[in-house]
């Protein structure tokens, strides 16, 4: 079992629609989760992170907790062709706090 | 501000050079880190400095050399790589460890 899995796609969803990504992950002792924004050539950006079980919004982006499920995901409201980019979710090892864990990243395409 | 910086943004080097990357952050972060990214793939962590020590190697070849001269900076010498260390090094930095990490935009490598 891969530690940190992702859909790798292409998910393709029509602009101005919900953006849904997954990530579940296998440590349990994991605390803190992370959404990276990556455009081709370029570095991951930091758009969310997350500790705490349950949703957090900021802007059009909101970021859901379910540490039970071993789950995190990333909703995207009102897509935007901008917003084509692969995702990449991270997740923290709990036996070295400064280690994250990528997922292979799930490749997003909006549509006009 | 989350700006990290790094130089140079490209570097083609021979099997025989020697030559380093540089990386810089001034936002008082203690948690400094190099990671190597290949093409369609995540990126893979190699060195984590925590306040100014070197916390975790990921068993990197020895021709990767890292240091941290101060908390703001980072280097990573290399010497004698071969051509499948061609990649996409990037500098990354957090408040502590297991904190949300800023990544700068990277320099491009080519082994030759």
């Known amino acids: 079992q891969k530690e940190v899995e992702q859909n790798s796609g292409p998910l393709s969803v029509p602009e101005g629609a919900i953006a849904s990504l997954n990530c579940t992950y296998s440590?349990?002792?994991?605390?803190?989760f992370f959404w990276y924004r990556q455009y081709s050539g370029k570095s991951p950006e930091l758009i969310m992170f997350i500790y705490s079980n349950g949703d957090k919004e900021d802007g059009r982006f909101t970021a859901q907790l379910n540490k039970a499920s071993q789950y995190v995901s990333l909703l995207i409201r009102d897509s935007q062709p901008s917003d084509s980019a692969t995702y990449l979710c991270?997740?923290?090892?709990?036996?070295?706090?400064?280690?994250?864990?990528f997922g292979s990243g799930t490749r997003l395409s909006i549509r006009p | 501000d989350t700006e990290v910086t790094q130089t140079p943004k490209h570097l083609v080097m021979g099997m025989t050079n020697k030559k380093s990357l540089k990386c810089e952050q001034h936002?008082?972060?203690?948690?400094m880190y190099w990671y190597k990214q290949k093409a369609k793939k995540p990126p893979e962590l190699m060195f984590v400095y925590s306040y100014e020590k070197l916390s975790i190697n990921e068993s990197v070849p020895s021709r990767f050399s890292p240091e941290c001269p101060n908390s703001s900076l980072l280097n990573l010498h290399l010497h004698a790589l071969q051509p499948e260390d061609s990649a996409l090094y990037l500098c990354?930095?957090?408040?502590?460890?297991?904190?949300?990490?800023?990544f700068g935009p990277g320099t491009r490598l080519t082994v030759t």
């Open positions: 991270a997740v923290n090892w709990h036996s070295s706090a400064s280690k994250i864990i």
């Open positions: 440590d349990r002792g994991s605390q803190s």
């Open positions: 936002m008082g972060h203690r948690a």
């Open positions: 990354a930095s957090s408040l502590g460890s297991g904190d949300e990490q800023y």
